[in-house]
């Protein structure tokens, strides 16, 4: 069985008439039809109380006044026509004279003939019960629609006839349909208004999400760094925010992007560059000598090596992008992999003529929740990047000490620093700064990643004293 389409509506106005306009038309099309009812209902209720009321006056009047002035009853209808002939309000109210079988015998004014038998439901009624009786409804006769009350007139236990009133709705028909009309008038006003007012509101909200749509549309054809005009201070107002601070951090992303690249372009090509003519030298036999001959393998292996760290962080930094870097947690001693990782580094450092000096605490520390290779991979980076940027300094100082219930590690370099403007981003991805050191700009947000996951903080900054230097501090959770 296929299912029926429900058709799509677009647009903020559209909806906007369709669920805020239709109801409000249908609830004031459901208050102009209440007021209606109520108002008929009180005109009609107001009619059939008079006439009720003067029902009773005229079944009195024969009850004891009547009755007291012809004891025989030889005159009583000769009274009542003369009651009805002396009605003040036959203008708008027919009174009627009935005999008891409901035949018309008198009417006020007339427009009722004699012998007429109305046969209502209040002369049923009202012989029934030998009480007042109402009724509202359309003659048969005529076709119009009235209010008739009918009283019985009773001369001791006899039924004599009744007295019946009935009054024409025609100008209660009239009057709640003009008091309908200025509901409904009243009503189209207010709908007017409502529509004018949120019209402008709609405006409002629809040209500045018509305009963000277009800035969306530009950002992300390549127009990085555009930015909107902000005119209110509301929800609209926090998206352009949003909107215009997204489209600096792409541009900013993007610039660091291509930084990277032309920078891991040109950090590829050195190594190659050196790697291909010392092969090409060697194999060509241009070398002079057999200690020619080392050093350019030397440095084949070393430009390689070199080569190899580059590209392994070239996939640690597409793992993470992908969702693929993982860790491996296990009780570690976190001690023990700081100083594997300085005691690999010394040699190599110290034929750099840089000095590591490690200073380990008294305090033995428990084994620590983490992945020992990435911690270690984390210690020779923030080695490694000491000697490359602070190496001038020929010394690197090396530390682990408790505080606070966790561990912290410390590596610093005797360096020229970094300048202050450029600290809250060294651990961006991308992010080389005013440094010429070489490295491809993604290794301290690997770290940053790796120490993060270990819910751990890696903090960068300069050293205080007059030696300089930078100073990196990483503050591990001990898991007790």
Known sequence: MKSIPIPRIRGIRKRWILNTISILVLILALMVIAFSLVMRSYYETGIQSDLESQARTASAYFGTYASAN?????????????????????????????????????ASNGLTPSGTMPETEDIIDSRDSRTVASW??????????????????????????????????HTVDRQVTLLTLAAVGASLVILTLVYISNSYFVRSIEAPVRNITGIAQR???????????????????????????????????????????????????????????????????????????????????????????????????????????????????????????VYTYHEFLAREGIAVYHSDCQEEFGPIPGDPDRLRQ???????????????????????????????????????????????????KFYKGSSTARGSGIGLAVCEEIITRHNGELTIRNADDEAGGCLVEIRLPTGT
């Open 136 to 169: 509202v409804g359309t003659l048969s006769q005529t076709g119009e629609r009235v209010t008739a009350v009918s009283a019985p007139l009773i001369r001791g236990d006899t039924l004599v006839g009744f007295m019946r009133y009935v009054s024409p709705m």
């Open 219 to 341: 950002i992300a054809g390549g127009s990085y760094g555009i930015q909107l005009e902000k005119k209110f201070d509301d929800e609209i107002g926090d998206l352009i925010d949003a909107i215009n601070d997204m489209s600096l951090r792409i541009k900013q992303a993007e610039s660091m992007k291509s930084e990277f690249i032309s920078s891991v372009s040109h950090e590829l090509r050195t190594p190659l560059t050196a790697i291909t003519g010392w092969a090409e030298t060697i194999m060509n036999g241009e070398a002079q000598d057999e200690s020619d001959i080392r050093k350019g393998m030397g440095i084949i292996a070393s430009e390689a090596r070199r080569l190899s760290g580059m590209v392994e962080e070239l996939l640690e930094f597409s793992r993470i992008e992908d969702g693929r870097f993982t860790l491996s947690i296990e009780p570690i001693d976190i001690k023990a992999e700081l100083e594997d990782a």
């Open 70 to 106: 012809d004891p025989g009853g030889s005159n009583q209808l000769s009274m009542a026509q003369d009651y009805v002939s002396s009605f003040e309000d036959g203008g708008s109210i027919e009174l009627q004279l009935l005999a008891p079988d409901g035949r018309v015998c008198y």
């Open 378 to 428: 984390v210690f020779c980076n923030l080695l490694d990047n000491a000697s490359k940027h602070g190496g001038a300094g020929k010394r690197i100082d090396t530390g682990i000490y408790p505080e606070a219930g966790d561990v912290v590690v410390t590596i610093r370099d005797y360096g020229p620093g970094i300048p202050p403007e450029e600290l809250p981003n060294v651990k961006y």
